[in-house]
């Protein structure tokens, strides 16, 4: 709150202890089978299910970097986990458990409560247990762990892409960076507010992941922007990719807000969060009824090519996309 | 190196890309049967063991928090997964899998040898696969998650301490934080050097750790200072403990460079990665056999009484801890 002249400003807000910041991070869920011990000694001790494998990420957000400095704090908590929410649903995973490890200069107790409603929030929502974690004094930081499980010997991972398949991406991309874009402008109407929520809530197609896994030959999130992300799977499964710049599956807040950038921003934007991903052709319909199922658009955008060229068309001509792609908050051009 | 006047100094060093990064800290291992994908996915693909239950376990370090500035390379890498063997050790846990978060300001080629070296060295001698991780721009900060597997149903962590039992503790504690007050001392001999390498290589015990864990009431690593370490377990189990100490193991080298502080470091310095464990009384032979066996000594420091205070005796008296007790570099009083 602003101090205005005439007003006494009332005592700084009380700094919180470790325990203290344990403690409201520590949420009072009804025990697990799965997590013996939890919280509170020097290490969890967990179940994993017979006859699954274990999926391990790790992201973390640095201030400044990955979010501007102010973003509030529910924001960063439910950020922190969902980055990883979405690397466990490219890998087609049920998230199962996540520690924490917070760095903060200076721990207060409304902050901190913001910070774990959205981390907590979106961990019970995808039952996902905070199981441990570390608190530190320092920059604000954040880094989770997450831990999932998938069947045992399914394939998974970005390398297996082959001239043929289709390529396919989730939801509407470029909706998150230009939600970024808009943070620090009074716009208030109701494609600002929408494209804001997308890049403060990310949503991870935990469901959609877990469904396509079976079927997709390759498949990543989108977290650098949707062109540099295909480049990554293509490199991983020695293939080109012929990509129509047309089809890309754009929100009409993105068209109304971007005007003639919203292809750029779908392209090169970053943060999100969606999925792309390849498959046989043949698998069109099973995964329309993923899409269905999922609540969650899949929208076919090109063809995998023999080669190890990328390259982007809009209306039979090539399509140069823009330079100066995403590095995240701050880093980029 | 510094240059002096007449010298010309070269081209500053060339930043690492991501790529690169990660390139360096990808060991060029054989292929292990429990990692069915490790870095260059978006998530790693484990397999855990049949009949065993996994222990996570996270810590973070700061620079200027929990190391100083200007710290070798190779000795932060080796502590970023030290801290955290160590936390495995306590529960008794054998390490399997890490991640690695790395932060780094500006990443150049010859520090990132050495972190990795100091990393892969230890990761390499204690059978840990860094499976995945994320490396980002920002202040210089490690957070590492560690993931180790013990029998299933077997008891551990730090709430199982009965009246009646011992009280033990691993190692020379106090060493490390000698060491730390020695590293910008020009004082060389052979007490100074062993000392300063306790701080800056510490060794977790996982041996002991694995040995100890089934006849140990009550165990934790001593990161924090012993008396506080021991408070935290008494706390933790609901019970107090009666600690004499006249008998705590001080190295020969602490004694010579604390003089009369040689005490106060054991129980008030911090990052020793000693183990600090309860046991029935019965069990005294069995534990000397383990510290035989993992070459470590294990020395009785008291017992467990009734009740929730921790008291330090010496000599018939009462030892008064001395204040500031130790929270980590930087922090503390």
Same mark, same amino acid.
């Given at each position: 709150m602003a101090t205005g002249p005439g007003q006494v400003p009332g005592p700084p807000p009380a700094l919180l202890t470790e325990a203290g910041i344990i403690a409201a991070l520590t949420p009072a869920l009804p025990g697990r089978p799965d997590v013996r011990l939890g919280i509170g000694d020097d290490g969890a001790v967990l179940r994993p299910s017979p006859g699954t494998e274990l999926v391990v990420v790790t992201d973390a957000l640095v201030e400044g970097t990955h979010f501007p400095a102010g973003m509030p704090a529910r924001a960063i908590g439910h950020r922190a986990l969902a980055v990883n929410l979405s690397d466990l649903a490219a890998m087609g995973a049920t998230p199962r458990w996540a520690t924490l490890a917070l760095s903060l200069p200076a721990p207060q107790a409304a902050w901190l409560e913001d910070f774990a409603a959205g981390l907590l929030g979106l961990a019970a929502a995808t039952g996902t247990a905070l199981v441990g974690g570390d608190t530190v004094a320092g920059p604000l930081f954040t880094t989770v762990t997450a831990i999932g499980e998938v069947p045992a010997g399914q394939p998974a991972g970005r390398r297996g892409a082959r001239p043929?398949?289709?390529?396919?991406?989730?939801?509407?991309?470029? %909706?998150?960076?230009? /939600?970024?874009?808009?943070?620090?402008?009074?716009? %208030?109407?109701?494609?600002?507010?929408?494209?804001?929520?997308?890049?403060?809530?990310? =949503?991870?197609?935990?469901a959609a992941g877990r469904a396509l896994r079976p079927l997709a030959?390759?498949?990543?999130? #989108?977290? %650098?922007?949707?062109?540099? =992300?295909?480049?990554?799977?293509?490199?991983? &499964?020695?293939?080109?990719?012929?990509?129509?710049?047309?089809?890309?599956?754009? &929100?009409?807040?993105?068209?109304?807000?971007? /005007?003639? %950038?919203?292809?750029?921003?779908?392209?090169?934007?970053? =943060?999100?969060?969606?999925?792309?991903?390849?498959?046989?052709?043949?698998? !069109?319909?099973? @995964?329309?009824?993923?899409?269905?199922?999922?609540?969650?658009? @899949?929208?076919? @955008?090109?063809? #995998?090519?023999?080669?190890? !060229?990328?390259?982007?068309?809009d209306g039979g001509r090539e399509y140069p996309v823009p330079a100066g792609a995403w590095q995240h908050f701050g880093a980029g051009a």
């Open positions: 043929g398949d289709a390529v396919f991406v989730t939801g509407t991309p470029g %909706d998150a960076v230009q /939600g970024r874009l808009l943070l620090g402008s009074d716009r %208030d109407d109701a494609a600002a507010q929408y494209l804001r929520s997308r890049f403060l809530y990310p =949503d991870a197609r935990l030959s390759a498949m990543l999130d #989108v977290s %650098d922007g949707l062109d540099q =992300d295909l480049g990554r799977l293509a490199a991983a &499964s020695g293939v080109g990719l012929e990509l129509d710049a047309g089809l890309l599956p754009l &929100s009409p807040q993105l068209r109304t807000v971007a /005007g003639p %950038d919203a292809i750029a921003r779908a392209l090169t934007g970053g =943060d999100d969060y969606e999925l792309a991903f390849t498959a046989p052709a043949v698998q !069109a319909a099973a @995964i329309a009824a993923i899409a269905a199922a999922a609540a969650c658009a @899949i929208t076919r @955008i090109g063809t #995998v090519v023999a080669g190890s !060229a990328v390259r982007w068309h």
